[in-house]
């Protein structure tokens, strides 16, 4: 699959497109990212990731050097280059070049990455048996530290509970917040669905405010299903009739089992495909259903 990179005003490929050992992103993790995807040419929901990602850099003090509307022009760009019908786009937003000090002020300029390529986190047949779930015991980070709201390079906690859950021989992990409550996977946001209401963390718990979360309650409220934005605990999760994950990259994806604990059915359940299916046709309207 062909990379296109636009990296501080020039157009590389994924060979030649390299940052400086001495980019604060690289030495600390200071910046900021977003993940967008691509459906038949054209970004899903450019502008609310493209908000996201603003809100994110006005959340650091990191002033991103051109306005919206140029960036999403940029990224408009990105895709026609790439010639991707179906693609992943990675917005990098790093404090800049510096030194050894971690004074932001040593970087004059912030650096400014996007790349198109292709994404894709598990096979196929993880989609179609479910994902095996286990709970990390690395929690997300307090919110009164850094913002979970807050898209940053700083991906560590969600890294070790990525690992945690490769190591227990699992698809993916669930992460709870300091206090116990649940809070999401290692990129994605959690539904459940008990008695026909699906719900959801609040944002309020620390969450990343996903974008794919969003689109899934609009698709429930077209649905005409009750949705609720809750606090949730490992309880709620093991007892639910139904549970999925959400995200840029992953979409839609049923949980078969968290914890050893076989949730419903064990198979996607009815409420799960339902909005899966409209989510299909919502991104991939002239795709044959499913
Ligand atoms: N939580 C975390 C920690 C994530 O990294 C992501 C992926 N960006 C999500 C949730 C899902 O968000 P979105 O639907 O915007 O991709």
């Given amino acids: 699959m062909p990379t296109t990179v636009w990296l501080d005003g020039q157009w590389l490929d994924r060979d030649s497109a390299a940052v400086s050992v001495f980019d604060h992103g690289l030495l600390y993790g200071d910046g900021v990212f977003e993940g967008i995807r691509v459906y038949g040419g054209a970004a899903f929901r450019l502008q609310e990731h493209l908000e996201r990602l603003y809100d994110s850099a006005q959340a650091i003090w990191l002033t991103i050097p051109m306005p919206i509307g140029e960036m999403t022009a940029l990224t408009e760009e990105a895709v026609r280059r790439s010639g991707l019908d179906d693609a992943y786009i990675r917005h990098i937003i790093t404090r800049g070049v510096g030194d050894l000090g971690l004074d932001p002020r040593k970087c004059p300029a912030p650096t400014v990455i996007i790349i198109v390529d292709g994404i894709r986190l598990w096979p196929a047949e993880v989609y179609e048996r479910g994902l095996r779930v286990v709970t990390a015991g690395t929690p997300i980070p307090h919110r009164?530290?850094?913002?979970?709201r807050v898209k940053s390079l700083n991906y560590l906690p969600h890294i070790l509970a990525k690992i945690e859950g490769i190591h227990a021989g699992a698809d993916e992990v669930l992460m709870l917040d300091s206090g116990g409550s649940v809070a999401e996977g290692s990129g994605q946001n959690l539904f459940v669905v008990k008695k026909g209401i699906l719900r959801t963390p609040p944002a309020s718990a620390g969450i990343l405010k996903g974008v794919t979360r969003d689109v899934v309650l609009e698709l429930a409220r077209?649905?005409?299903?009750?949705?609720?934005?809750?606090p949730l605990n490992r309880y709620d999760v093991y007892t639910a009739d139904e549970a999925f994950f959400s995200g840029t990259a992953a979409e839609i994806v049923y949980i078969r089992e968290v914890d050893g604990r076989v949730i419903g059915s064990g198979n996607a359940g009815t409420v799960t495909r339902d909005l899966a299916r409209r989510f299909q046709q919502l991104v991939r309207p002239a795709?044959?259903?499913r």
């Fill in 144 to 148: 009164e530290a850094l913002s979970p």
């Fill in 222 to 230: 077209d649905a005409g299903l009750p949705a609720e934005e809750v």
């Fill in 287 to 289: 795709a044959p259903r």
